[in-house]
């Protein structure tokens, strides 16, 4: 059954989503559309605006139905991980499947009408090391670091005193529902969790450091400003939820330490804010921001050269999602359509750090089993 | 400075890079002592194998444009030092020769041609009186 605060919690997380979801066309680089190499002026043509207004009614038609699907299975199951990691996954795939038709449609329109035709396709690169200076330290993540310490010294001291049994798994109000003996791995289940949350959002700062800057060649100094401001900002948004999700384990494992008593209000609002924070967030920076920052506002003297177009390499892009070019060097790379980075699966280090990646997701699931 | 390559050119790729920094040294877009990417990272930006950008690194290495140290890694030539002596004066000679038969039989005048010849001498000088 759906009580209200769990209501209340799926739209903190649903509602967001959503907008996402209608919003992903508006966030990517301002020479792409649906992943597919278009100048910025043509965006505007009438079949394209078709195509993102269908985009989008198939969207919300699959959206609606998708968590539908999962309030219907919340009347069965009352894991918080099933229905929330269920309906992102859903979500996922549904954007994704979505995308990759609109993503074909396009090619098929930009081949007939030959939009690209008469501009000249340019890669610019700056060789100016300065500009490479912009990024927040790496000595910022102290302050997650601190904050994962200080939990697991508290763990450690407090372990003598725990009693025989320590709870497992706690509902959406805190009730345990699972017990477990006590153990290193009960004890320290959540402090492991909070580590790996650690170590990963510092890998993806690393990428967002590596992953290469696509440069408009028909406004390079915008471009690169604008690179800039999105490197420091996504970075920030990393560095601040690494520091809040570590905040939160050492919450519920203060909890399971009983240093702290929670109420059964407090448990879900602080449960909500786990997803919703770092939702929120992405929402917020990628509004003010897009994936490489287009819609940052530059004040600039730059004069506009519209017959220049980045390379097109529409042709590396399987569906649109996937990167294959075994010519190319570079291991991360932006995402094609939405937010975020991914590799170069034609490059065997790219293929190695994916596997790796797989592998510590799987762990993790079976883990938390 | 901004490199702006264009892969179905019939320039080869080594030589659109190599020529961009050399003409960039002589606008003062690029500063004696001043730092260049690494191999990899230049690669890995314009997207081509490491080989090509090496390939450049050395050449420009060998005709002094830049100097390459293990530690500080590719580096403007601080010290550059370049005389325009009697070998040179010829194949500058010849060089031009060449381009300027091309640009003869396509019909382009010799006014033109002085026209464009101060343009581009202009853009080095007004960069370094800078």
Known sequence: ?369 | MFLSIAFESDIPLYQQIKNQIITGIAQGKLKPGESLPSVRQLAADIGINFHTVNKVYQQLKQESWVVIHRKSGVIINPDLNLQANEPYRESLKDTLEVLFAEAYLRGVTLEESQQLLKTIYQSYVQEVSK
């Open chain 1, 1 to 369: 059954m759906i009580q209200s605060p769990i209501l209340i919690q799926l739209m903190i997380v649903v509602i967001p989503l959503y907008v996402l979801g209608m919003l992903l066309p508006e966030f990517t680089r301002s020479t792409l559309f649906f992943g597919v190499t278009l100048p910025h002026e043509i965006h505007r043509q009438p079949e394209l605006l078709q195509e993102k207004k269908q985009y989008r009614f198939r969207f919300t038609l699959l959206f609606t139905l998708g968590w539908l699907l999962m309030m219907a299975a919340s009347r069965v199951t009352d894991s918080f991980d099933v229905l929330y990691g269920g309906g992102v996954i859903i979500t996922i795939f549904m954007l994704s499947g979505n995308y990759v038709v609109t993503h074909n449609r396009v090619k098929a329109l930009k081949a007939q009408h030959q939009w690209t035709k008469n501009l000249k396709q340019r890669v610019v690169v700056d060789t100016s090391q300065e500009n490479r200076s912009h990024y927040l330290s790496y000595a910022w993540f102290v302050l997650p670091g601190v904050v994962t310490l200080i939990t697991w010294l508290m763990s450690v001291s407090a372990y003598p005193q725990l009693p025989a049994l320590l709870p497992r798994q706690t509902d959406f109000g805190g009730q345990v529902t699972q017990w477990a003996v006590k153990g290193f791995g009960s004890a320290f289940a959540l402090p492991m969790t909070q580590l790996g949350m650690l170590a990963l959002f510092f890998f993806i700062m690393v990428v967002i450091r590596k992953a290469r800057k696509v440069i408009d060649p028909s406004r390079p100094e915008v471009s690169v400003r604008q690179h800039q401001a999105a490197n420091r900002r996504w970075s920030l948004y990393i560095l601040g939820t690494a520091t809040w999700m570590v905040v939160y384990f050492a919450i519920l494992q203060a909890q399971l330490l009983q240093l702290i008593t929670m109420s059964v209000t407090a448990h879900y609002v602080v449960h909500g804010l786990s997803f919703a924070v770092p939702l929120l967030g992405i929402f917020v920076v990628a509004w003010f921001t897009g994936q490489s920052a287009g819609r940052v506002k530059v004040e600039t003297s730059e004069n506009t050269d519209a017959s220049l177009l980045p390379v097109d390499d529409d042709q590396y892009w399987k569906w649109g999602l996937f990167y294959y070019n075994p010519s190319d060097p570079a291991i991360w790379i932006e995402k094609r359509f939405g937010i975020g980075w991914t590799l170069n699966f034609a490059n065997p280090l790219a293929v190695g750090v994916f596997a790796v990646l797989l592998l510590v997701i799987a762990a993790g699931i079976l883990f938390d089993l």
